[in-house]
């Protein structure tokens, strides 16, 4: 079965610099690569996605890079601002299921 | 998209008891989900909660433990019986199109079991 791995667990910026958090999966099938974000008590929140025919798409500060020949992806975050400070978590789809990575707190610092 | 709602939003039980968690969607999706997250976890799918039909568990969950009713397409319930303290997590649900489209999550439900 598909099984995401992400890095880094933790992961501490300066504000305005950037952020980039990466995941690999094992399902060759996989393809659709959706990132979700996690604020402290509340509901993960689909930030941007990727489809497997495309190698890169970007909404404003967030960027998502995939590379399915290597099988990874991953979450570009620009300018970094205070309220980017959450759980971030890639997932891959499997059997039209979502699988998900462990996640990776960020936080920026001041 | 589609926005989803859980009741309760948290509960306190005995051990040995059961709670039945709702969901609701506010339109009709194709895949409904349910998920265990534990505090600083990540998420991890339960079961596939079918229209119709017996849900489909993962590996490690039974449907003894974690019966699942879906009767229409935009309500399904999970119910975790025999409570143990192992069971206290926040329960998610989740709704959409299928694995290749949107996932909207609810807001969970906080277990507690004493």
């Known amino acids: 079965g598909e099984n995401v791995e992400q890095h880094p667990s933790t992961l501490s910026v300066q504000e305005g610099d950037s952020a980039v958090i990466k995941c690999t999966y094992s399902?060759?099938?996989?393809?659709?690569f959706p990132w979700y974000k996690q604020e402290l008590g509340k509901r993960p929140q689909l930030i941007i996605d990727?489809?497997?025919?495309?190698g890169e798409k970007k909404d404003q500060r967030i960027a998502v890079t995939l590379n399915k020949t290597a099988k990874h992806f991953s979450l570009h975050i620009t300018e970094t601002q205070p309220e980017d400070s959450a759980v971030y978590f890639c997932?891959?789809?499997?059997?039209?299921?979502?699988?998900f990575g462990k996640g990776t707190r960020l936080h920026i610092l001041p | 998209s589609a926005v989803i709602s859980q009741k309760p939003s948290r509960d306190i039980c005995q051990r040995g008891t059961s709670l039945t968690i709702q969901c609701q969607v506010d339109?009709?999706?194709?895949?409904m989900f349910w998920y265990r997250q534990q505090p600083g976890q990540s998420l991890t799918l339960i079961a596939t909660?079918?229209?119709?039909?017996?849900?489909?568990?993962e590996s490690g969950f039974v449907i003894d433990k974690f019966p699942i009713s879906r009767p229409n397409l935009t309500f399904s319930t999970l119910t975790v019986s025999n409570l143990s303290p192992e069971d206290s997590s926040i329960y998610l649900c989740?709704?959409?199109?299928?694995?290749?489209?949107?996932?909207?999550f609810g807001p969970g439900t906080r277990l507690l079991v004493l």
């Open positions: 989740s709704g959409g199109g299928t694995g290749q489209e949107t996932q909207y």
């Open positions: 339109s009709q999706v194709t895949m």
């Open positions: 909660a079918n229209q119709g039909s017996e849900a489909t568990y």
């Open positions: 399902d060759s099938a996989s393809n659709y």
């Open positions: 990727i489809r497997s025919n495309v």
């Open positions: 997932a891959a789809d499997r059997d039209d299921k979502i699988i």
